[in-house]
């Protein structure tokens, strides 16, 4: 199955089990391994990792799966991870390079439903969600 299937799949089945918890994350962390990442309005615990996982029990038969919390260096994966966290510094990899760069890091200074604007040491620059390959909010300093 396709990982993107496989995202929307688990997505659609904790929707209907754990309504609260959003799946920010589903990468393959290997060839039968699946790194999840979970968030909660509540934040992450042990027991909702297991919760998570429990739910998924007939993924186990053809991967190993890893839940987590997101952590301080958050996926920001929607328009509406990155309107949130507008001021926070967050680091932009690119699907193919941009003026020879394949990421942007700077500070979130806008999101609309079509694109992040980043404040960049090199400048403003806006970046269409459809251009994103990945991207994460930064550790303060």
Known sequence: MALEELHNEIE???ATAEPEV???ECER???ERLRLVIDHPDGVSLALCERVTGHLRDLLVDYALEVSSPGPER?????DHFKQYL???ARVRLRTPREGHRSVTGELVGASDAE???AADEGVVSIPYSEINKSNLLEAR
């Open 87 to 89: 001021g926070r510094r």
């Open 12 to 14: 659609q089945r904790l």
């Open 29 to 31: 962390a290997g060839p």
């Open 22 to 24: 959003e799946l920010l």
């Open 75 to 79: 996926p920001l994966t929607k328009p």
């Open 116 to 118: 992040v604007t980043v």
